[in-house]
């Protein structure tokens, strides 16, 4: 090869090269990321219960590019929809699921044979799967503590207070009965209601009627409601405390039904699971804990500036 | 010489696969994951009208039902248009360009229908209106274009008809003033509103037919809304006190409103007037079973809901719909009223 | 590392120093195409650069006014609704006996789309009317809430409050609103006295959220927002974000800026911020444009233009290969046709097709010279051959075989005639002339020796002839010492004898006459002999294979060649004759001096 042709060889060699990197940077630039398909699974019984919830999620899910399917499961149901979902979700080639479940031992066992590559965010409330995932929620455990304190606080004397706990197989609603029980002592409570799934209003109701109780304490935002429910034509004020952010509860905050609210920022839950989601499908699988704040909420400061943008988040 | 040749074979390489790349990196997004899933699209008029809610909560729960059945995903949007067209026809805009399989659309201005029946014919996305229905020329305008609900003049057909069953039944105790002519109110959903005033005009159309003289004392426009009918209740209670003796509500709602009013005033259940509405939502019929609301129609949230979710399905797998539900002349479904009094309650609720 | 390097560093300098045609013609245009690409690239792509921010910038503007049309149309429409409450209704009533509700009732049902509710209350905070829904609270407190505060701080404004959710009506829906309230201080007729009350107008804050929501439709990166007077988010996409601390923005520096476009830094990248001031509210609407929204479109541009100018360029290099090599191949080809040439080789034909004019012009002259020089060559090879041959003619005559043996013969019949002295003279004679034709081997010699060699020459002849003939000389003194070709004068008295008198009855008379005139030498033959045609004088100069056999065999044209030779075709002989008159030979030589050619070669 004669001298001349190595240097035309090597001045093509040089132009190829651009042309090449000009390709892959048009190329690739044109193209938009992959769309990530993330099922999100909750418990609920009411299309209400994590409308904000869903706010936080779909907010999330435009900036992320991801799409984002949320199912429920009844709270009442066993094991078995939920299961049937998830496998549904799966075979539909879903990337992520996002989930909010209680602590079955046959749910674990399941989810730990059909979770292969799929990534797994927790909200609110963790099961032990043996496979890793972010949990996203709020420090349950204090959030009871802080309910109890302000009961405490506002409790007259001689009082009685029963626990509406609500499903104790879910994590977060026996964090949360610790929490209280820390808080308020277990001198003044005359029971405590639990059950294997959440409990329905009925048997809420022929509690009370059996052993009636000054206060009522709800756990999750279920309960909670269904206290209201059976206790808003009472009239006495103050005295249901509970957990959650519907509408429904803040009315009767509003109304003094509710002497005292803790609700957790679902909004940014919502918002954060779909982040920790994003990046656990972009490789960073770094088990994450996050921490969501809560509110405490009664009727004197429901209308303070800052409470009243989380309490009645805009919805048109 | 060697090392020219094994630099020239290097760097025909990365370019090589440097244009590969690029290329590959275009075409390879276009994989598709999903095999089998479907979107929904539905734009309600306004989520806070309690008919519209139940109704949503009723698809929610068939499309869980389809999902499970058939192995589909189906992920379902709900905006909230909150009355505004303009909001509707954006939202509509937004579900196309996401990819929604189906269009169901609930109008907020049902002479306004135009944007959106050219943006889906445009995109060949199916639309399912319901509950707020269009002109018929409008739908015929694309035969993609269907109805679900319910036929508007025979829910104010049947509220009178309960007037005119109760005031067959027992005429004074609905004419409390004994001068043999109905004084009544009337609760208006909607200015310029179809349904309203079909509502309006066929419930007292139908009590004066049937031979029953008809006094109106006064009418208000509530906007559907429970607490604008409380308020204008009030202010006829001030103004007319005991002289009502019917009170006709466009839909539930404002029938609740009503009789928020007269709980207040502090009138006891039994001496309400005869309050009727429209909807049979819960709490409607809860009334109906404390006896507050006199009596109500049935619009059927949950068949209309099925018949939505059933459709929704069936035009995007191309199954057969189920055997009940018939598209009349290929595009309406219409699910019959039905009246709802203390009488037929327990069987209506039995057959929710 | 470092020794591979050197080498391909020399190797370029190597590859530089290749001074071709060729590589200087594709050299060169790649070097210029190459750069006035890259340059032409970059201005390009820079003018496309700033013409994007131009007009980003402009449409950011154009959306920002539009926005802030839309947010003072809607503002100062409730202004109308609260302005038309107040002065054509409430004005005129007086509220212990008139209703306010049928006009409250219509301004409501009139603009319910961006209403939420008009109230009026009395200074102590009693309802005097509300639409649409007049059941207040429970156990409310309305003289505390910040619309009823601020009114009644200035009576003379409208107020507008900062979003909040609206605390006065019961509605058992649960369902909430967002207002924005605007308030005022008004006076209320009640008994004829007046009494103070404000004028709530509350209205619907989605309003002004699906305003901003629009304007924020287009572009993920650009967003629009809105802040009070004081700096506070009242609208802002990323809301709720911000209110719980995942996100911040700049809106407290932000408020701060004058109306316009400003650049800052914020969150780690580079953004313009462009400020709007609403009329009435002090309120501010901010735009605010990353740099990134530039970049993203930008990028794919700018791999375009690099994938563009790297097509160009390639196109470019190959272009130029093909066009230099097509100037360079006939030059090539020229040169290595040339170079056959300088090897020697005569026969080489010189390319002379194709290329440009210039090269074919080069290639046909080359030829031209080339068969020029051939014929140069072969002519030089011609004359050499001549003069060689003329040369051994010439030596071949200075010893003359048949002269010899006459006068030989001559000597003896003298000496056995015992004429001894005349035999004597006879072989001194003789002796003399083969002395002077030998001349030593000169080819150059003086006319005195030339003469002298007539002369003897003569002498035997007249001897030899007795007396047939006279000789005379007439010969100039001066002549002596010239040069002139040796042996031209012997051969025309040679002539002269045999074709002039030797034939005559009468005495035959033969003159040798020579003189010099300016720079010429003449050197005259004359006889009175027999003549000859004019065409025998012609062909007696040219006629080469005309062989003598009398005679010393060297015939005019030899001395007429040799005298041409030497000195060129100036001179020479020339023949006169006249049938039966006589002969004349003059020789033509130029005027030399024979000690000029001392030292030089007299050989030749």
Known sequence: MTNKMKYILSILLLILLLFSLGTYGYMSSEDKNDTYHVSVILESNNSERWSILKQGIESAAKEYNTEININTVSTKTGVTECLDIIRRELKNGTDGLILDLSNNSKLVKELDDMLLDTQIVMIESEIPISKGYSYIAPDNYKMGYDLGSNLLKNKKKGKTIGIVVGNKKKNSNMERKNGLIAAIGDRNVSWILEDDSELTEEVIASKMNESPVDYLVGLNTVVTEEILDISKDNGTQGMVYGVGNTEKIVYYVDQGVLGCLVAPNEYIMGYMSVNSMFNRLNYDTKEERTLVDYLVINKENLYDVENQKLMFPMVE | MKQFKRMLCVGLCICISFTLCGCGLNNGTKKNRITKSMKIGITVYDHYDTFILELMDSFDAYVKDLETKSGITISVDVENAASSQSLQNSQVDDFINNGCDVICVNLVDRTDPTMIIDKAKSANIPVIFFNRELVEEDLERWDQLYYVGAVALESGIMEGQLVVDACNNDFNAIDKNGDGILQYVMLEGEAGHQDAIVRTEYSVNTVTEAGYDVEKLGYAIANWNRAQAQTKTVQWIEQFGDDIEVVFSNNDDMALGAIDAFKASGMKIMDFPMIVGIDGTSVGIDAVKEGSLKGTVLNDQDGQARAIAELCVSLITGDELPSDIVLDEGRHIRLPHQMVTRFNLQDIIDSK | ?604
């Open chain 3, 1 to 604: 590392m470092i020794r591979k390097i050197k080498k391909t560093c020399k190797g370029l300098r190597r590859a530089l120093n290749y001074r071709s045609i060729q590589f200087t013609i594709s050299a060169s245009f790649t070097l210029v195409t190459l750069v006035s690409m890259l340059f032409m690239g970059i201005v390009l792509y820079s003018k496309f650069v700033s013409k994007t921010e131009e007009t980003t910038i402009k449409a950011t503007e154009q959306l920002l006014n539009q926005t802030n049309v839309n947010l003072e149309t809607y503002l100062r429409n409730m202004m109308r609704i609260s302005d038309s409450m107040y002065y054509s209704v409430i004005k005129d009533k007086d509220i212990s006996r008139d209703s306010l509700d049928t006009e409250m009732n219509l301004l409501y049902e009139v603009n319910k789309d961006n209403l939420v509710s008009i109230a009026c209350f009395k200074d102590d905070g009693k309802l005097v009317a509300a639409t649409p829904v007049a059941t207040l609270k429970k156990n409310i407190d309305v003289t505390s809430q910040e619309w009823f505060v601020s009114a009644n701080e200035q009576m003379e404004n409208l107020h507008f409050s900062t979003p909040h959710v609206q605390n006065l009506f019961d509605d058992t829906s649960y369902r909430y609103y967002w207002v924005a309230s605007l308030s005022r201080m008004v006076e209320l007729t009640s008994k004829g006295n007046n009494i103070r009350g404000v004028l709530l107008v509350d209205m619907n804050f989605s309003g002004i959220e699906q305003l901003f929501k629009k304007s924020n439709a287009s572009g993920e990166l650009e967003y629009i927002y809105l802040v009070d007077s004081k700096g506070d988010i009242i609208y802002h996409p990323k809301q709720k974000l911000i209110d719980s601390q995942v996100v911040e923005e700049n809106n407290r520096k932000a408020v701060i800026y004058e109306d316009g476009s400003h650049s800052e830094y914020f969150g780690g990248e580079k953004r313009i911020v462009t400020v709007k001031t609403v009329a009435y509210t002090g309120w501010k609407i901010i735009y605010v444009t990353p740099y990134s929204t530039f970049n993203m479109s930008l990028n794919q541009t700018r791999y375009f233009v690099i994938l563009l100018i790297s097509i160009m360029m390639l196109i470019m290099v190959l272009v130029n290969q093909f066009v230099s090599a097509q100037i360079a191949k006939p030059i090539k080809r020229l040169d290595k046709s040339v170079k056959g040439l300088e090897n020697g080789n005569l026969d080489v034909v010189i390319y002379e097709g194709g290329g440009s004019d210039e090269i074919e012009h080069l290639g046909k002259s080359l030829n031209l010279v080339v068969v020029q020089l051939r014929k140069l060559m072969e002519k030089i090879v011609i004359e050499q051959e001549e003069k060689r041959k003329s040369e051994l003619d010439a030596l071949q005559s200075q010893i003359n075989p048949h002269f010899l043996y006459n006068t030989l013969d001559s000597i003896v019949w003298m000496i056995e005639g015992e004429r001894y002295s005349e035999a004597v003279c006879m072989v001194t004679d003789l002796a003399s002339l083969f002395r002077i034709s030998l001349s030593k081997g000169k080819n150059i010699i003086s006319l005195k020796d030339e003469i002298i060699h007539a002369k003897n020459y003569m002498n035997i002849q007249k001897i030899r002839y007795k007396d047939k003939f006279e000789i005379h000389y007439e010969i100039e003194e001066e002549i002596y010492d010239y040069q002139t070709v040796k042996l031209i004068i012997q051969p025309l008295l040679e002539n002269a004898i045999y074709y002039g008198v030797e034939a005559m009855y009468d005495e035959g008379e033969i003159i040798l006459r020579a003189y010099k005139k300016e720079d010429n030498i003449y050197l005259e033959i004359i006889d009175n002999g027999l003549g000859m045609t004019q065409d025998s004088v012609e062909s007696l100069l040219t006629d080469n294979t005309r062989k003598r056999t009398k005679g010393s065999g060297v015939g005019l044209k030899n001395v007429n060649s040799r005298i041409q030779l030497r000195y060129g075709e100036d001179y020479g002989l020339k023949i006169e004759s006249q049938p039966d008159e006589g002969t004349k030979v003059t020789i033509h030589l130029p005027a030399i001096l024979y000690s000029d050619m001392r030292g030089e070669q007299k050989h030749d």
